[in-house]
Nanobody, 124 residues
């Protein structure tokens, strides 16, 4: 079992920045790929970013490329999502997730463990 707890969400003006954190406990964190998803009211959960366990290769949704950066600190069992130049449409609940696979990381179905989510609200 892997337990995930997100933090760092909040209210920010458009153009501002936030850094989300996801602390993991349980089984070996370093062997899991980690992903970030978000879900806005009335919309489906969508992929935001992911980072693999090997070589820390990252993937991003086109909508956040150049603005968001995903990183991890295996010593702290934590994954981060640095969000810059936030836009109103980034408003959502953000979830982190852990996957034992190394591919298909944009698909929610490959993640076995999920956090409870943290709200990000961007005011225009």
């Amino acid at each position: 079992q892997v337990q995930l707890v997100e933090s760092g969400g909040g209210l920010v003006q458009a153009g501002g920045s936030l850094r989300l954190s996801c602390a993991a406990s349980g089984r070996t964190f370093s062997s899991y790929a980690m992903g970030w998803f978000r879900q806005a009211p009335g919309k489906e959960r969508e992929f935001v970013a992911a980072i693999k366990w090997r070589y820390w290769i990252t993937e991003y949704a086109d909508s956040v490329k150049g603005r968001f950066t995903c990183s991890r600190d295996n010593a702290k069992n934590t994954v981060y999502l640095q969000m810059n130049n936030l836009k109103f449409e980034d408003t959502a609940v953000y979830y982190c997730a852990a996957s034992a696979t190394g591919s298909g990381l944009s698909q929610p179905s490959v993640y076995a463990y999920w956090g409870q989510g943290t709200q990000v609200t961007v005011s225009s």
